[in-house]
Every structure is written in C-alpha cells, then in structure tokens.
C-alpha cells in the first residue's frame, strides 16, 4: 500500500500563500491524488485531485482560482499551490490516493497525518 506524507503547513496572514506536499513512499503514477481538509468537529471535505494518466484535475467551488494541484511522478509528489487564502480556509489538510478522483472519500486510502493550515491576522 502506498503511504503519503504530507508537509508545507503553517501560519499565514490572509492573502498570503502556502505550498503543501504530498509525497509517497513508493511509486504513485498509477493512482489518483487527492487533498482533503477537515476543521474540528466537522467532516473531512474534498478540495482537490489530481488523476493518473491525463493530469485531469477536480477543485471544489470554495478554492477554485485560487489552488493549483499538481503532480510530480519522479519525485512522487502532489503539490497543493493555495494562494489568497482566506480564514476559512484553517484547517487540517490531507492528502490520500485513489484509483480515480471520485467523490467518495470511501474510495481513498494511504492517508497521512495531515498537516495544520492557519490563516489568521
């Protein structure tokens, strides 16, 4: 099974960017990437993915324009580019693997420990 780690977390002021990573332990070109988040006491929500194969790429409506995945084969890593963060964008973020980006977080497995996104003045 393919482990993900993932980093880049911090404290930014709001309109601010980060950069998270997601890195796997072992190849990862034939699966699906996804990124998550979850605030406490509330359900862990998609934000994006990325697929195999074609690159295809989901955001949900509340970070479209503003985030950027990406992915990196050789390096087995998937970028989350979040730029212009808000408030309510604080929360823990995850990332997991699929065989395709599907809605269901049931289809996703290998996750990480998450890593803390604050965004606050």
């Known amino acids: 099974q393919v482990q993900l780690l993932e980093s880049g977390g911090g404290l930014v002021q709001p309109g601010e960017s980060l950069r998270l990573s997601c890195t796997a332990s072992?190849?990862?070109?034939?699966?699906?990437i996804g990124w998550f988040r979850q605030l406490p006491g509330k359900e862990r929500e998609r934000v994006s993915c990325?697929?195999?194969?074609?690159?295809?790429?989901y955001y949900a409506d509340s970070v479209k324009g503003r985030f950027t995945i990406s992915r990196d084969n050789v390096k087995t890593t998937v970028y989350l580019q979040m730029n212009n963060l808000k408030p309510e964008d604080t929360a823990v973020y995850y990332c997991?693997?699929?065989?395709?980006?599907?809605?269901?977080?049931?289809?996703?497995?290998?996750w990480g420990q998450g890593t803390q996104v604050t965004v606050s003045s």
């Open positions: 997991a693997h699929a065989f395709d980006c599907v809605p269901s977080l049931k289809a996703y497995t290998g």
């Open positions: 990325i697929s195999n194969g074609d690159g295809t790429t």
């Open positions: 072992v190849t990862f070109e034939f699966y699906a």
